[in-house]
Each structure stands twice: as structure tokens, then as C-alpha cells.
């Protein structure tokens, strides 16, 4: 028994380790930068080289009746199961309206068991097998980067954690990524909290990814004024908090960001703030937004109040009625996986199936690498009709808008947004980016 019990506990640091890593770069995925002073579509990392005459002859992966695409994700313990799910619930939508040129989309998806050498044998076979790399979400893609450089006629579409993967011209992610940080949500709790700024928070995991997360946001913080007056990093499995909170009430702080901290970290914190009656400003970002917050973090007394912002729409549900699209993704997902809980890494399957499938549709009736790749090229724009603001994944030019929300009775809602009907679609596109030295 003693012994089944230090191997449950053994996986559960390993798991909570790596959502600690991939949720702090959560923001990174759905924020970035081009410099202190300009939100151009500076095009950093995109690519004219030409497509090899090869590639536009290589139709792997595609028959008259379908086309098989590659899906290498991390879901033990279900850890990021999600990309696999949304990446196969796009692909059963476009699928029940008849396909793609008459082709079903099939989606062939691994298991990388969160170790390098499996990822990188996953992706061989993808890469010798599929048409397409779709969706995958994994802490171990730095191991199939060398591979995918190696072939630059196979297309990856994935929201890619390894920058150099991101950076190859035959990677296309939604959620283009780049190093600094995103000051429209830093300007606005600046104007409405202009004192509390000055006795600043945060908590961290004590991660590489994290650390260098929080450190741009932190000097994007006092470029802006804000004084930053705790901000501990402690190992990825903490679950008590008390400690910390106490710390920051003694040090007088104000206003607490949690941006970077997923759910299980952000509604434990909540209950020990609740515990020690200390209820400063919080502020949650993209990993936080997460159906089981409330519910875990105490009930919505301990919630109310607390601010979200992240680069996506309330994708839960609570703006369904606004973005259509939303309903969508959510009803095939529970056609895919019934009672499926949605996270960030489902939104990113879908994305991503998305984003293949309007190149595909592009890349001729008889469709090969070069020929998708030829297409994907041509994708400036793309928003999932709402789901995300406009980014340009052929120009690897990041997301420049963000949602405002707040939560109030328990419930997740947009504040001082504008409207959905807009030329931002809903979303906030004030600030700039910043980028220390």
C-alpha cells in the first residue's frame, strides 16, 4: 500500500510539474509581442523560401475518399487530451457536412507518454504515414523539431511550446508566439486600481518556462509604474499556499496577478485567501479559465470579483449566444468524447484542425504537401469566426486583442468589451507591446 501510494503521488507531481510548464506558456501561446513602442505585423519568423518541386509530387496520407492527418499529444493522465479531442471533434464537423472535396478527414492520434524519444518516433511515423501534422500538444516537441526542419515539404499546424519548431517556416500555429509581453490589460488595471499597482503580486512555479514568463510581465509591470512587492516561485506540486498568503497581506499587497497559474494552483489559492479572510484585487488569466475554478476554488463567494483576461472568447459557453462557433465547438466535442471537460488545449485542437482544414480547402482537389503548404502560406487572417482575435498564422504575427471578464454570482462574464458585432469582434485591441531592452 505504502508503496502504491508514493507511485500515485510520484505521478501526481509529475502531472502537476508539467501543467504548471505548458499553462504558464499558455499565455505566451495566446500573447506575444513585436516591440516596445508598435503593433505591426512585423512578420518575425515568416518565410518566402521556396517549396521544393517534391513536395508539391508527395500526396502521403491522402486516398479518393480520405485524408489522414497526425496527431502526437501527451495524454497520460490525460494530461493534454484535450488537443487530440478538439483536434478530432473539427474533423468529424467538416466530416458530417461531407468533408473536403469529397475526402473525410481522418485523424490518426499518439500517445507521446510525456518522454522525448516516443515523441519524436510518433512524429517519424506521422511524417512517413499522414499528410499532415494537426493539433499535437506535447512538452517533449524540441525532440521532433530536428525531424520536422529536416522535412520542410511536411506542414505542422500545431501551437507549438518549442520556439525554435515555432519559428520554422513549415510550422503554422493559430496562436502565433513570441517573447515580451501585452500592456492593454496591465494599461487598464492601471487606470482603474492607479494606487493598488504600487503593492503588486504574484505566485510562480519555480519552472524555467514560468520564470522567464512572469519576468516579462514583470518588467512590462514597471515599465508601466507598477510595483511588484512579492513574487515567490515555488516547486510545480504546491497545494498549500497559506504561507504566501499571509506573506502578501503582512507585505500590504493590493492587487494579486495569477495570469500564469492553472486552475489547480489559482483555486487553492483562493480558498487560502478565503481562509485567511485577505481579499486583495485578483486577476486571472487564460490557464484559470476552467469550468471545475469555481466549484474547486470554494464556491463563488470566493471567486466574485476576481478579473480574467486571456486572447480567447468565454469559449465555456457563457458567450454562445453571441459566437455561434462556440456552440459548435462545444456540441462536437461531446460528440467526440461525451462529458469531456473543455481547456485550453481543446481550443487549440479545434484551432488547428480549423486552420488545416481552410488550407486544405484551398489546396486543390488533388491535394499534397506542397500544395497545403502553398495554401497555409496564404492564411494572413484567421479568428475561427470569434473564437480568437485575428491573428496571421503565415506571418507567425502574434495575437494583438484580449477579452476582458470578470466573475460575478459564481459565473465568468465580459466587462467593458466592446460589442461582439464590432470591427474587434468583442475583443479589446488598446496597448501596445512590451519588450525589455
Known amino acids: 500500500m505504502d508503496r502504491r501510494r508514493h507511485l500515485i503521488g510520484r505521478m501526481w507531481r509529475t502531472q502537476l510539474s508539467a501543467v504548471a510548464i505548458c499553462l504558464a506558456l499558455v499565455v505566451g501561446l495566446m500573447t506575444a509581442c513585436s516591440s516596445t513602442s508598435s503593433t505591426s505585423s512585423t512578420t518575425s519568423g515568416s518565410s518566402t523560401s ?9 500526396h502521403t496520407g491522402v486516398t479518393p475518399t480520405s485524408v489522414t492527418i497526425g496527431n502526437v499529444t501527451t495524454q497520460s493522465a490525460g494530461l493534454f487530451t484535450g488537443a487530440l479531442v478538439g483536434t478530432e471533434a473539427y474533423a468529424d464537423y467538416v466530416n458530417s457536412q461531407g468533408g473536403v472535396n469529397g475526402r473525410k478527414i481522418v485523424v490518426s492520434g499518439a500517445d507521446d507518454q510525456f518522454q522525448g524519444a516516443l515523441n519524436k518516433q510518433s512524429m517519424q511515423n506521422v511524417v512517413q504515414s499522414d499528410l499532415a501534422s494537426v493539433g499535437g500538444f506535447s512538452l517533449e516537441d524540441s525532440f521532433s523539431e530536428p525531424l520536422i526542419a529536416a522535412n520542410p515539404g ?58 522567464l514568463a512572469w519576468g516579462s510581465e514583470k518588467n512590462a509591470m514597471q515599465h ?52 485567511q479572510n485577505f481579499h486583495p484585487v485578483v486577476v486571472l488569466g487564460a490557464p484559470s479559465y476552467n469550468s471545475q475554478l469555481i466549484g474547486n476554488a470554494g ?9 480574467l483576461e486571456q486572447a480567447a472568447s468565454l469559449y465555456l459557453g457563457e458567450d454562445a449566444a453571441m459566437i455561434p462557433t462556440i456552440a459548435t465547438f462545444n456540441t462536437w466535442v461531446q460528440k467526440v468524447s461525451p462529458g469531456f471537460s473543455l481547456d485550453f488545449f481543446t481550443l487549440t485542437g479545434w484551432l488547428c484542425g480549423e486552420l488545416f482544414v481552410d488550407a486544405l480547402r484551398n489546396a486543390g482537389t488533388n491535394p499534397s504537401r ?68
Open 50 to 58: 521556396p517549396i521544393s518541386a517534391s513536395a508539391f509530387q508527395d
Open 154 to 211: 511536411f506542414p505542422d499546424v500545431t501551437a507549438t511550446l518549442d520556439p525554435a519548431k515555432e519559428m520554422l517556416p513549415n510550422n503554422f500555429s493559430p496562436l502565433p508566439a513570441s517573447n515580451g509581453w501585452p500592456t492593454g490589460p496591465l494599461l487598464y488595471f492601471k487606470q482603474k486600481y492607479p494606487t493598488q499597482i504600487a503593492h503588486t503580486a504574484t505566485i510562480i512555479a519555480n519552472l524555467p518556462a514560468t520564470e
Open 224 to 275: 508601466l509604474g507598477y510595483r511588484v512587492l512579492y513574487d515567490p516561485a515555488l516547486p510545480a506540486g504546491t497545494a498549500d499556499f497559506t504561507a504566501q498568503v499571509v506573506a502578501m497581506k503582512n507585505a500590504g499587497v493590493q492587487i494579486l496577478f495569477l495570469e500564469q497559474e492553472p486552475e489547480n494552483y489559482a483555486s487553492a489559492i483562493f480558498r487560502d485567501l478565503g481562509q
Open 299 to 307: 464556491g463563488p463567494d470566493a471567486v466574485n470579483g476576481a478579473y
Open 370 to 437: 506542397g500544395s497545403l503548404l502553398q495554401a497555409l502560406r496564404s492564411i494572413t487572417a484567421f479568428d475561427s469566426a470569434g473564437l480568437i482575435p485575428v491573428s496571421n498564422p503565415a506571418g507567425k504575427v502574434p495575437i494583438t486583442c484580449y477579452l476582458l471578464g470578470q466573475v460575478t454570482n459564481g459565473k465568468f462574464h465580459r466587462l467593458e468589451d466592446p460589442p461582439v458585432t464590432g470591427s474587434t469582434q468583442g475583443f479589446r485591441c488598446d496597448g501596445t507591446y512590451y519588450r525589455a531592452g
